[in-house]
């Protein structure tokens, strides 16, 4: 689809630091500098802030300095795919304001660099925060060439739906873009990164990926 370094310029938009990475990675090194990765949610809260939940979960009790690393990380990683990068200023979910929008996002999508670039964009699948930014996109797609939807990963791996014949008219559709029912999920303990549906026993992503029963 994107096939080589040659062509118009590609932007992969991600709504996290690591979103476009691990979903992209691949195609991400073989475009090269043609590439830029721009991450939506790149900046640090404003002010003190109570770390999150999933802030004291990877080891920061200081919420700019997970930013911070994050941002870092980042930096390494795209010097390692060879692409630029582009972070936008807006905080993370836990840290928005209330009533927070996403013009930054949009004030770049209509800025001189977008139009005649092919823009791809997350399928908003099992984030809230993805989802957002799809819509976001979506809404302003006709400033580019091209528009298109990439699998949120590891997010589309344990979907229910993910891999058979109906996913890409679902992705299509957005209507993966929530995990289906009500349903609580856990995350496998020995961090294959599938998800375990309602009773928390191991689904078949897990047991192809960890072995588990």
């Known amino acids: 689809m994107i096939p080589s370094t040659a062509g ?5 938009i991600s709504p996290h630091y690591d979103d476009g990475v691990l979903s992209l990675g691949g195609l991400l090194a073989g475009l090269g500098a043609r590439a830029t990765l721009v991450t939506v949610f790149g900046g640090a809260p404003a002010g003190p802030r109570e770390p999150s939940a999933w802030d004291l979960r990877c080891g920061f009790a200081d919420p700019a300095r997970a930013a911070r690393a994050r941002a870092l990380e980042d930096e390494r990683a795209c010097r390692l795919l060879g692409v630029a990068r582009i972070a936008l200023p807006l905080p993370d ?3 928005e304001e209330p009533g927070a ?5 949009s004030a770049f999508l209509g800025s001189g660099s977008v139009p005649g670039a092919t823009v791809l964009v997350c399928a908003g699948i099992g984030n809230e925060d993805h989802a957002r930014v799809r819509a976001a996109v979506l809404h302003r797609r006709r400033t580019a060439a091209e528009t298109l939807l990439y699998a949120d990963l590891p997010y589309a791996a344990s979907h229910p739906a993910w891999g ?3 996913a890409g008219a679902l992705v299509a559709a957005g209507l993966l873009a929530a995990d ?3 349903r609580a999920t856990t ?4 961090g294959c990164w599938a998800r ?3 009773s928390g026993g191991h689904g078949p992503t897990c047991r192809r990926r960890c072995g588990s029963r």
């Open 187 to 190: 995350w496998c303990p020995r």
């Open 101 to 105: 929008t996403l013009d930054e996002l």
């Open 164 to 166: 058979t014949p109906e």
């Open 93 to 95: 979910n836990p840290y």
């Open 180 to 182: 289906p029912g009500a």
């Open 8 to 12: 118009p310029p590609v932007f992969v």
């Open 196 to 198: 375990h549906w309602s």
